[in-house]
């Protein structure tokens, strides 16, 4: 391996920051109020399922579903394959770091159970052996006012997003299309299933 190469797998494939935490509850107003309490978090997004909150410069550090809607059904609040972390979000730097960290993963067997352009980010999902998941992200825009303004004025169009083939996708970077045009979502339909613990549980 020579130098460069090295030097690409030890700065290129890291995220650049722990993004955001998703936690699922049967608690949603007491949880809601004692994240509000404990980081004194503002509300980005809120819907009877989901709260998007903040407490600085991201778009969203802790996000709570509640499971009261998702899974009205359910009725231990404390089960814990139900109830919990449902996944730690990492940012990567750009578009082509979180691609080619794709590809070098999938050498390695490794490969993503859900790739989304949620609107905000662009995302794939991977669950580690103990299941344990994770997303790892690029963000669609610059500034904070940016990412409000998108969930202000079209996330209630699809709180989801639209999944892509991330093969295709990289194909397309490799090719040299620039990474502005994949960021922007463009079309808001169709509205992904979602897949990963969520969707086992609902």
């Known amino acids: ?14 995220p650049t920051k722990l993004a955001h935490i998703v936690y699922r509850t049967r608690r949603f ?3 809601l109020e004692w994240y509000k309490a404990v980081f004194d978090t503002r509300i980005q997004y ?3 399922a989901l709260a998007f909150m903040t ?19 359910g009725a231990e609040s404390d089960n814990k394959s139900a109830i919990g972390v449902d996944h730690v979000g990492y940012t990567y730097k750009s578009l082509g770091d979180l691609f080619e ?4 993963l999938k050498k390695h067997g490794i490969s993503p159970y859900w790739t989304i352009h949620h609107g905000i980010t662009i995302s794939m ?29 079209k996330w209630d169009a699809n709180p989801i997003g639209v999944e892509f083939d991330a093969e ?26 979602i897949r990963g613990r969520f969707a086992e549980l609902l």
């Open 101 to 104: 960290n794709y590809a070098r």
């Open 55 to 73: 407490f600085d410069d991201e778009h969203h550090r802790i996000l709570l579903a509640d499971m009261a809607v998702l899974q009205p059904d």
């Open 1 to 14: 391996m020579n130098e460069q190469e090295t030097t690409s797998n030890t700065t290129g494939n890291r």
């Open 125 to 153: 999902y991977y669950a580690d052996p103990d299941g344990n998941q994770m997303e790892f992200q690029v963000d669609c825009f610059e500034t904070i006012e940016e990412s409000t303004k998108f969930f202000s004025e």
């Open 46 to 48: 809120q819907d009877p």
């Open 29 to 31: 107003e007491a949880m």
């Open 168 to 193: 295709d996708w990289l194909t397309q970077m490799r090719a040299g299309m620039p990474e502005s045009e994949f960021l922007e979502r463009k079309v808001h339909e169709p509205i992904s299933p």
